[in-house]
């Protein structure tokens, strides 16, 4: 029995070049080594397998048959060497990368934010996250057009094909209005009082978001009437302000706009909003990303 344990990968990559050159010389250019080390290095390999992988004659060279047995195996072992590599450096190079991360409002909400943060970069000491404040008319927070490498972002997303995602945050749903308004007695609201209410709304490139925070699935059909179009807190503050609509908000988004002059009541009849760390569904395999959505369950009890 020939034993073949001490094989290395520097003889299977001489071969494999001998194999595609047939020609001795110009493998040794290509490999950055001598012709006569090369040659001792292939008759140590065919010593160890114990059968000759060249025929050597006056026209050149040629594979035996036993070299083109081995060839197509020595290709893939190489190959799949290199695909190992590839990702050890990969997370190599993740450890001391940053991972740039969309929002277009805080994930604060709680110490959410620093309970990811340390659990990201305790799974990789090298890492960090670097936030991006995305406007509200991008949904996807910068994930779309690949502004950013992932995003904490509110459910639904349009095209969510596109995208995998860990919900970080479930919050009712609040009504916000000026505390002059005939509604804001109640300490608490149906929601059928307020289909017929302006509201407020993102722009129209939020799509599928825009819709939710319109309450769209729970008018039973009846379009909303929209009194202006926010696209930032402070648009929305100074909005309330005027009087010219309602708005449904997130409990945890409550205090950028109930400052003074106007206030919030929950509401009955709509689902909860979901608050979500979402990524591209190509990147979830990067090392940083799968750390920081590993982080997200961590941070919410979630695994």
């Not at 080594?33 to 060249?54: C, D, H, M, N, Y």
Request: aromatic share 6%; charged share 25%.
């Amino acid at each position: 029995m020939v034993m073949t344990t001490d094989v290395h990968l520097r003889d299977l990559r001489y071969f494999a070049t001998a194999a595609e050159e047939l020609h001795f010389t110009r493998a040794a250019e290509r490999l950055y080594v001598s012709q006569p080390a090369l040659s001792k290095q292939i008759r140590a390999l065919e010593g160890q397998l114990g059968t000759e992988l060249f025929e050597r004659g006056p026209q050149g060279v040629a594979l035996t048959d036993a070299g083109e047995a081995l060839l197509p195996h020595a290709l893939r072992v190489l190959e799949d060497w290199e695909r190992g590599a590839a990702v050890v450096e990969s997370a190599r190079s993740a450890r001391r990368g940053t991972l740039v991360v969309g929002m277009s409002t805080s994930p604060g909400r709680g110490g959410l934010l620093p309970a990811i943060r340390s659990r990201f970069t305790a799974e990789l000491p090298g890492a960090s996250l670097r936030l991006r404040q995305v406007s509200w008319d991008d949904p996807t927070a910068g994930l779309a057009d690949k502004e950013t490498d992932a995003a904490f972002v509110w459910l639904p997303l349009p095209d969510p094909e596109r995208y995998g995602w860990t919900v970080v945050a479930e919050e009712p749903r609040l009504v916000a209005l000026p505390e002059t308004h005939p509604l804001a007695a109640r300490t608490q609201i149906d929601f059928a009082d307020l289909v017929a209410l302006p509201f407020l709304a993102l722009p129209r490139a939020a799509g599928a978001l825009r819709d939710h925070w319109l309450a769209l699935d729970a008018r039973g059909g009846r379009p909303p009437r929209i009194g202006a179009e926010v696209a930032s807190a402070e648009e929305t503050y100074e909005a309330l302000v005027a009087g010219l609509g309602v708005c449904l908000v997130a409990a945890g988004n409550a205090p950028l706009v109930t400052r003074g002059g106007v206030t919030t009541r929950p509401v009955r009849g709509i689902e909860p909003s979901r608050y979500a760390f979402a990524w591209r569904r190509e990147d979830a395999d990067r090392p940083l990303v799968r750390a920081c959505a590993q982080a997200c369950r961590l941070a919410t009890g979630s695994v």
